[in-house]
């Protein structure tokens, strides 16, 4: 049980961020209890106050009352009764009886002198702790006459054993009243127990309590029934978007009425006609580009080889030539070998866009194959006075490639570096590899790449500077092939640069076929260029 509480609470987030109509919900349930919270407490303080107000209202009445009806016994007493007990038995004992009625206590104490020279006495209804008396009411009639009140916690000890003792809120009412028999002041003070009126504020409180939760509950409902009706068909729209963008072209969503829903569906499924339209052309497009492309550059095999035998012969005999003569056969050797580079090119990328590419993997030690092509373009690097250094890192940097390509790929890299590089600083070609990868950094300190250029130098036929020419003959295609060859192995080729501090490209492979790269053993910004992290 706790795994599962574990798995579930692990999942929550994800969940709740998948998951639009729970965050509908959850909202429209935080908002409706803020609501209904809000609501329920101005109501409890709006019928609070009332009650307590008209409580007030009534004790103080009753007081004023009850103490006009003693003022009035008291004056028909004769004047020659000087009897004080008698006098405040008669005053007390027909409150106390009232009182055990009606449900007050009273509590009379006097004589009461402002000067304190005489202790008074106190008598109370039964079972009503005098302590219930707010002392600050008491206070109050040391030095005045006139009737005051103030709330208090009244403690009533219930005599009968069946009945429970009472410790609420209440009401002391206090007034003056004056003894014909001393001349005395005493102190009548009414203590109106609030019980009632907890009891229904706890009744209140108790239906807004209940009603709030079910309010919460019924909006809870109401958002998720109205969330599920409209985000239904938004899910149904989700799965066939998946499933268009999976190639199932001919998925459509179902129409049903004629509301928003319904037509948002009839838009919807137009916008997939038209993509499928669309998506036709263009691969009817490329297949005939492909075709194109293909057909071409074997048409072009058949009258080159026929042009290459014309231009060997003239090769050949160019020293029966004149000079213009014998430089126009060496020009048109020269470009016919690049024509023919070209023609192997094309027909390279025609494979790549028809998918029919493969990879001839062995296990190859790359840095001594980096030695390799660094010898097979010495001559070019000689002819522009370049130095090109190989470095490795780790002997063996071993790993399963196809020879054939990756030598292509390093074989690019290195005339582009030799092509765009300061002969007086060279070409460095870094060769490093670690558990999982291994990589083959060829670094140049030329004019370097722009901001932006290191995602466009992959692309066909670009160039940085379209009036620069190739000394080393190229096509434009071949960092695009080159692209293409890692992505077969399933690596990295990325490039870097920075105006006047040269570019660096690195090339990445897995050292297994078919493992996930991860990272690269060497960094894609080198050390020297300044922004390294």
Not at 255 to 267: C, K, T
Not at 326 to 331: F, K
């Amino acid at each position: 049980m706790a795994g599962r509480l574990t798995v579930a609470l692990r999942r929550g987030p994800a969940f709740l961020r998948r998951s639009l109509q729970v965050r509908i919900v959850l909202s429209a349930i935080a908002l409706g209890a803020v609501v209904i919270c809000a609501t329920g407490w101005f109501l409890m303080s709006e019928i609070r106050t009332g009650l307590v107000d008209a409580k007030v209202a009534s004790s103080v009445a009753e007081a004023a009352h009850e103490t006009q009806e003693v003022e009035t016994r008291l004056a028909a007493i004769p004047g020659t009764d000087y009897d004080t007990a008698e006098q405040v038995a008669l005053l007390f004992e027909p409150l106390a009886e009232l009182g055990q009625v009606r449900g007050f206590g009273v509590v009379l104490t006097g004589p009461v002198s402002a000067d304190r020279s005489t202790a008074p006495g106190v008598r109370s209804s039964p079972g009503l702790d005098v302590s219930s008396v707010p002392a600050s009411l008491t206070r109050h009639f040391v030095d005045s006459d006139r009737s005051s009140w103030s709330f208090t916690r009244v403690r009533i000890d219930a005599s009968d054993p069946s009945r429970h003792d009472i410790d609420v809120a209440g009401v002391a009412v206090g007034h003056v009243v004056v003894l014909p028999a001393d001349r005395g002041r005493y102190v009548i003070e009414y203590l109106f127990p609030m019980q009632q009126e907890e009891e229904t504020i706890d009744l209140v409180g108790r239906a807004l309590i209940t009603a709030g939760a079910l309010l919460v509950v019924l909006v809870g409902l109401l958002t998720w029934a109205v969330t599920h009706q409209v985000l239904t068909p938004i899910r149904l729209a989700r799965r066939v978007a998946e499933r268009l963008a999976a190639g199932q072209l001919e998925e459509r969503l179902r129409v049903r009425g004629e509301d928003d829903l319904a037509r948002l569906a009839q838009s919807f499924n137009q916008m997939a006609a038209n993509l499928q339209r669309q998506i036709r052309q263009l691969e009817e497009l490329s297949r005939v580009q492909r075709r194109f492309t293909s057909d071409v550059s074997h048409e072009l095999r058949t009258p080159l080889t026929t042009v290459r035998m014309a231009a060997e012969v003239l090769h050949d005999a160019k020293g029966d030539f004149d000079p213009v003569t014998a430089r126009s056969a060496e020009l048109l050797q020269t470009e016919l070998d690049r024509f023919e580079g070209l023609l192997g090119d094309l027909l390279e990328i025609s494979r790549f866009d028809a998918g029919a590419a493969a990879l001839d993997v062995e296990d190859l030690d790359l840095g001594e194959l980096a030695r390799r092509v660094v010898d097979m373009t010495r001559p070019l690097a000689d002819q522009r006075g370049t130095t090109v250094t190989v470095e490795i890192a780790n002997w063996p940097v071993r790993a399963e490639v196809d020879h054939r390509r990756v030598e292509r790929i390093l074989r690019n890299l290195v005339t582009n570096a030799i092509d765009h590089a300061d002969p007086a600083t060279g070409v460095v070609v870094r060769v490093a590899g670690d558990d999982h990868s291994a990589a083959v950094t060829v670094r140049d300190f030329g004019v370097g790449l722009a901001v932006g250029e290191s995602a466009l130098v992959f692309n066909r036929f670009w160039r940085a500077d379209p009036a620069r020419t190739r000394t080393s003959g190229g096509t434009g295609l071949g960092l695009s092939i080159a692209l293409e060859d890692t992505h077969l192995h399933g690596g990295w080729l990325q490039a870097w640069g920075r105006p006047g501090k040269g570019a660096q490209f690195r090339l990445t492979v897995p050292r297994r076929a078919g493992a996930l790269l991860r990272q690269s053993a060497l960094p894609l910004v080198p050390s020297d260029a300044g922004d390294a992290p």
